[in-house]
């Protein structure tokens, strides 16, 4: 099993709705993030949580939100989705140390019609 | 402004040759750390080397090594004996601060799409 999974892969849906993608790890972190993926653009930061108790937002949270229901769970939602969120979403963890990589999971691919 | 550059929207290299991706970064922090991770087709993202910004000899993982070059801002990713495998988008990204303060956060290039020919 993945250390970082996330849920679903792939997801169509339709502007307006309101749509959860999941993450949960085994890796035992407490730092959980949240990042989408556009051509051109490289990885961007969306939200991260330090830990169950703390939530803050990246350089695109607009139009998105979160929940941290434990140490191994961390969920995006699109409250309304919109065409030009359509992005390959990533999920990711890491440990306290600095020197260390983040993990990512396999990546949701979203798209919005 | 640009915190992580990557100049070289696409790369092509022949099988068994080596080749260098560009990677340039702007902070004021003394301490930083620089990242390279490479995405296949596939889509997941693999983690290739690191570098910290007090690290006096350059990073190596088997046929990767990152040029890192401080005063220049540079932390070059070069792929020794490229492998058809190697075909990949290649990021480079940088996590500022160290410990708590930094909570861990990477700012990403835009990526270097790598190809490599028979």
């Known amino acids: 099993d993945a250390d970082v999974t996330q849920t679903p892969r792939n997801r169509i849906t339709k502007t307006g709705k309101r749509i959860m993608l999941e993450c949960s790890q085994t890796k035992g972190h407490d730092r959980m993030y949240w990042y989408r993926q556009d051509p051109g653009l490289g990885l961007r930061l969306i939200y991260y949580?330090?830990?169950?108790?703390?939530?803050n937002k990246g350089e695109i949270s607009d139009g998105y939100s979160v929940s941290r229901q434990a140490q191994a769970k961390f969920s995006l939602s699109l409250e309304s989705a919109i065409p030009n969120q359509t992005a390959l979403y990533f999920c990711?963890?890491?440990?306290?140390?600095?020197?260390?990589?983040?993990?990512f999971g396999q990546g949701t691919r979203l798209t919005v019609v | 402004a640009q915190k992580i550059t990557q100049t070289q929207p696409g790369m092509f290299v022949q099988e068994k040759e080596a080749v260098t991706l560009d990677c340039t970064y702007d902070?004021?922090?003394?301490?930083?750390?620089l990242f390279w991770y490479k995405q296949p087709s596939s889509g997941e993202m693999i983690f290739l080397i690191y570098?910290?910004?007090?690290?006096?000899q350059n990073a190596t993982e088997g046929r990767y090594s990152l040029n890192f070059q401080k005063a220049r801002k540079s932390a070059n990713l070069v792929i020794s004996a490229s492998q058809l495998g190697d075909s990949a988008m290649y990021f480079c990204a940088m996590r500022e601060g160290l410990g708590g303060t930094s909570y861990g956060k990477l700012t990403f290039g835009q990526g270097t799409i790598l190809t490599v020919h028979p």
């Open positions: 570098q910290g910004s007090y690290d006096q």
């Open positions: 990711a963890t890491s440990a306290p140390d600095s020197d260390t990589e983040a993990f």
């Open positions: 902070t004021s922090d003394p301490s930083y750390g």
């Open positions: 949580s330090f830990d169950v108790k703390d939530i």
